[in-house]
């Protein structure tokens, strides 16, 4: 085949392709023969890794992407008559098609946010009706980090969601499809922004942060995890070659990959969004903080095509003109100048 | 990490690892930037060598596995209040957990045959209450191809079926899993033995045959697949990075790779079969006809476990005794005939 | 049995009895044999009595309650990958403990309004993600007439409602719980604020306008029925007893009963919200406009659990105090006066 | 409405009407208000009466229909990754559209029986794949007392399979849809053949013996209960005025009417069958054990229209020309006769 790849672009950080040490990893699982479904020694490697960071009362289960990972992590939490509390910009409740809801059967009650985080004031209207039969019961509380608007949750945010939600007889799921990206802002470990601060249940993810597929669910409540196997398959999530999907978390949790990937694609964000407020043009506006590897920002609305062709990403909201710029493991410098080189032709010099 | 693959075995054709043509696909696609989802020229590409096979009237997804292949397949021509008959053998019925019922809201009508394959005469019991409603209306007819018992479905036999079911009103679906392994045993082309001879929707199986994670589902009947991206995404089955999906199967319909694989594969079935039937032991007796990778034999209960402990395999029926072998792309001809040596030394030495 | 029932109350129209001339049509129904599932003669005469309202090219079908008509008429309407946009006030979002989304798959997409009713304004912000797999598509607007706070949507409203509806290629459903109150409210014939206006599937209410059991679907999108009698059964709502069903909804479909019903209570709540406006106290204030049979107002907390014990009803709003009181089919002037006299008794006298 | 209902027929006992005791319950309680779902003083009552006969150790919930009766009882007893194992005639699998199913996502297991009764080896062939996540878990053994063939489980029969239940971690679930035709022919007690022999949870049927619309979900096992009131919103079987409901079967429970309706049914079944067996055709042949109220005879495939139009019945199978007669608590003896005189007289004088 003879294919000329998209040129990097900012669309997302799953546009881009596997890392090296990834697809090595791959590479090297490949011989012989081995159990099918995970009861072999890469899966069992992986999960070690997975506890070498999180501790070892976790189980830990791979499947094959986020919208895998977030419904499993939530049916494994609910009942069909329970609520699921989340942000209005949630990838859960926006992006999955409502995978959540033909799943689980659970009801999604969203929640409007100025920047894409839950809080206990914003969760609140919908701590109603408990123990009440008409009222779908409000379950689990799910959160993103960082979030979908590339903000991030402070630890003793995320610490007062769960006291609160735990306190109510509740869960707390967080969507950790960008969790790397998250604890190299807070210059955190892993363990620190989920298990230690009282999430429950945690999709982890891989493929934004150069893996090639999968996803993993961390119970740290692991009463959750009871018969999750079930769930599993039935969800249509069971990898049957599970050593190729094993051996890249493994990869990706040793020698610090995970933290080595996301703080260079923050960084190329901070780069980019640094570059872009220098720019001399009014009519570009960076709109939200920038703590992630995500860049938002307002540009002239006739200039999106333009910018579109140079490097490929996706508008935010046709509305106000405001769209996101991802940056990714593989985003380089000259990526990020050259992309701002030609901001400034086509805005300022009005090329 | 450091692991001790196990030694290749007949446990099963998911046990073996990714055909280095696959792999090297993987990697070539491995640069730059592309659109996630699908919309980029790898799956393009794919597509198109499914239409070279099949022809330019087909649809054709991509999905993670076999259990999401059958299952959105069956989805795509179902209603809620359907049910769909298959074998009683079929791996739809006993090997998915209830995945099918659980996502379509379908009955499955399980049918018992002698050789795993159905037949008109098997299915016509199922063929009433049409118009009732107080019945799961009958819609789909399922077959796998090669069957789970390793035989092999001839066209004529596929396209009376399809004849059957199509003057019902209902539906043709097959699970291909092994679908290369029956072409080869008829020595057919693909389209032969599927579209030709009448089947409506089709998972096109490439784990069993040296992809490390994929499975096709191909719509000969376009109008089943109206929407089915809906459905696919809504079944958690759309992959991100699709390229790493797609030039799996790139790979397998280039170069007459998926031939290869199933005749090597069938090959060492045969060879396998043959070297057994020659033991002098009464106790070991071939029970089904071997047309397929997999021979199913019956063994004296008391030597499994050493069996077992030389070459993995799974046992079939534990009351008859009865074990399954399967083999794989990969399997040597030394493989088989240690195996058969092993055999020789614990049941006629009587080590 | 000895039991003392509840005074009338202003609980809900659900705490009234059975109208004298459905409980006579049931025992009318009661004799001999007639077919089970409504292949009988006295769902015929039902079916022709709605056919007389709103002409003959509908289709309609009786299911038990609201919550089944409700969920069985959207899932008629939807695929599960649907979304259905609704008033965040509606019951079919707050009251049926995520039925809908469990049966239909369907995500639920609420939007806060005023007054109860959905505007073309309020159901754009949802308009967007057409097309694109990762959404649920939106697909229903659902409205309710009269709404869950006792207002009451213009012929206007609707067919504005429709229209743009329709333009996106959505369907319009109703929950007619109280329609024959709105009908009352804008004398106006139920054809005309129904189908004449663009509705395409509507539940007709029974239950809360006197009769015992029952609810009906009526759908005016004829292709919407297609195969509904499977859903209906699948669903747990088809009757066996049909005829007892049917002949309530004969009964209040004859002489106008539907219409004197809530024509009656209608003017309750009209003269409960007139003597209550009267009352010099500035602490009891009614807050929505009186268009159906419900008030909604707010009184001194303090003050609830002594009315409560006088005459039953529900809080609306525990943080501001408001609660609501809806008339019946039975509601007495003397009830009215009565209560309106233990409110002065206890506001002003004091005691 | 001017209706000429049908003749009393043997077509089931759900063609019947309302017994007298049953409708003039319902009119006794239609005075004033009460709350609605249930919280009234007739649904205590009623729960009392069934407290009476099985233990105040229950919980006893009312649903709409037999269907509601039997997939929520189910619902709660299972994962969507268990199997209900029950006869290939159980109603549950044969008459329910799929319902449970698509409910409860779990698979149906269907045994093949001589009798329409599920024995312990019948069940064996189902029991294996426990713990293996690839097949659905086997939890509830499901019978029907009376069988759909008209047969009755002995208390003995019961006891077995519930010990071989339980021993392996299961539940026993009976659809009870004519419990009291199984108890009469027993000449036992209601308790007798349910709880004391182990059953978890069970269908009680009342429409079948003379009630009008309702059935009760009795747990025996209460923890199966437990949140049960939310799976009844959410599956749609929840009345709102309950108490019409309530009362049928505090009827039914009072004054032994359950027996004498189902007593009488018994009688006439008995009745006619022996007057069948009377006659001198060897064309027409009783089928089955006459145990409850139903009798399977096989008749002259040329004369079943014409005994149609007289008395309306069902054919059970119509390969084998065998036809199902169902009595019911209105039957007659005129009923019998008159039907057995027309059948003389088209058969032996050949008119």
Redesign the interface.
């Known amino acids: 085949?003879k294919?000329?790849?998209?040129?990097?672009?900012f669309?997302?950080d799953?546009?881009?392709?596997?890392h090296p040490d990834v697809?090595e990893a791959?590479?090297n699982?490949?011989?012989?023969?081995?159990?099918?479904?995970g009861d072999?020694?890469?899966t069992e490697?992986a999960v070690n890794k997975f506890k070498a960071h999180f501790g070892k009362d976790i189980e830990v289960y791979f499947v094959?992407?986020?919208?895998?990972a977030n419904?499993?992590g939530l049916n494994a939490a609910t009942?069909?008559?329970?609520?699921v509390i989340c942000a209005d910009t949630a990838h859960l409740h926006?992006?999955?098609?409502?995978?959540p809801?033909?799943?689980t059967?659970?009801?999604?009650l969203?929640v409007s946010t100025p920047d894409g985080k839950l809080s206990v004031d914003g969760i609140k209207p919908h701590m109603h009706?408990f123990d009440v039969?008409?009222?779908?019961?409000p379950k689990v509380v799910s959160i993103t980090q960082a979030t979908e608007l590339g903000t991030v949750y402070r630890p003793e945010e995320i610490a007062e969601l769960s006291k609160f939600v735990h306190e109510n007889g509740m869960l707390l799921h967080m969507d950790g499809a960008r969790l790397a990206n998250a604890a190299v802002f807070l210059d955190s470990e892993l363990c620190a922004i989920t298990k230690d601060v009282g999430v429950d249940v945690l999709s982890f993810g891989g493929?934004k942060n150069g893996i090639?597929?999968g996803e993993a669910i961390v119970f740290f409540n692991r009463k959750l995890a009871r018969?999750f196997?079930?769930?599993?398959?039935?969800?249509?999530?069971?990898?049957?070659?599970m050593r190729?999907?094993s051996?890249q978390f493994?990869a990706l949790l040793?020698n610090g990959l995970w933290r080595k990937n996301a703080a260079h694609s923050n960084r190329m964000a901070k780069l980019l969004s640094r570059e872009v407020e220098k720019l001399p043009d009014l009519r570009i506006q960076i709109t939200r903080p920038v703590e992630a590897n995500g860049i938002f920002v307002k540009v002239p609305q006739d200039k999106i095509s333009v910018m579109q062709s140079e490097r490929?990403f996706y508008v935010w909201n046709e509305e106000t003109s405001e769209v996101r710029w991802m940056t990714?493991f593989?985003t380089t410098e000259e990526d990020v100048f050259s992309f701002v080189d030609f901001l400034k032709k086509i805005l300022i010099d009005g090329s």
């Open positions: 085949m294919t000329t790849p998209y040129r990097r672009g669309a997302s799953n546009n881009s392709g596997i697809l791959i590479c699982a490949n011989s012989g023969h081995t159990l099918a479904y072999d020694p890469y490697s094959y992407n986020g919208t895998g419904v499993l009942e069909p008559y329970h609520a926006v992006d999955e098609c409502g995978a809801e033909r799943f059967g659970c009801k999604l969203a009706g039969e008409h009222h779908a019961q493929t090639m597929v018969n196997k079930y769930l599993r398959k039935q969800g249509m999530q069971l990898a049957s070659k190729f999907v051996v493994d040793s490929f990714s593989d």
